[in-house]
């Protein structure tokens, strides 16, 4: 399984963007699928997962009411749209899979994730 994200960039704060991740080489409407992101020289955070079927979401409490993860089975993407975008959102976003396709918390840890995206930068200037 490949996943490959982009979409980042460098936007003010306030502004919109979206993200998307493609995946490739795997059973895409099998797995869940999470975005993760990772400040310079901070742990990498769990932001959204969506499930395989895509009728269940999980959201960390900071970006809850913000960001919008959703998938599409047809095109083998997932998307995260970032809204009201604040400077604390800067970091490298990554998609990750999971093979498994049991839904839970669970999918809030990284290590729950069998396949990663590269990661693209998001910037947010005050």
């Known amino acids: 399984v490949q996943l490959q994200a982009s979409g980042g960039g460098l936007v003010q704060a306030g502004d919109s963007l979206r993200l998307s991740c493609a995946v490739s080489g795997g059973t895409f409407s099998h797995l869940n699928l999470g975005w993760f992101r990772q400040a310079p020289g901070k742990e990498r955070d769990f932001v959204a997962a969506?499930?395989?079927?895509?009728?269940?979401?999980q959201y960390a409490d900071s970006v809850k009411g913000r960001f919008t993860i959703s998938r599409v089975n047809a095109k083998n993407t997932v998307y995260l749209q970032m809204d009201s975008l604040k400077p604390e959102d800067t970091a490298t976003y990554y998609c990750?899979?999971?093979?498994?396709?049991?839904?839970?918390?669970?999918?809030?840890?990284?290590?729950?994730?069998?396949?990663w995206g590269q990661g693209t930068l998001v910037t947010v200037s005050s």
């Open positions: 990750a899979a999971d093979l498994q396709g049991t839904w839970g918390p669970y999918l809030r840890s990284s290590y729950e994730y069998d396949y």
């Open positions: 969506i499930s395989w079927s895509g009728s269940s979401t």
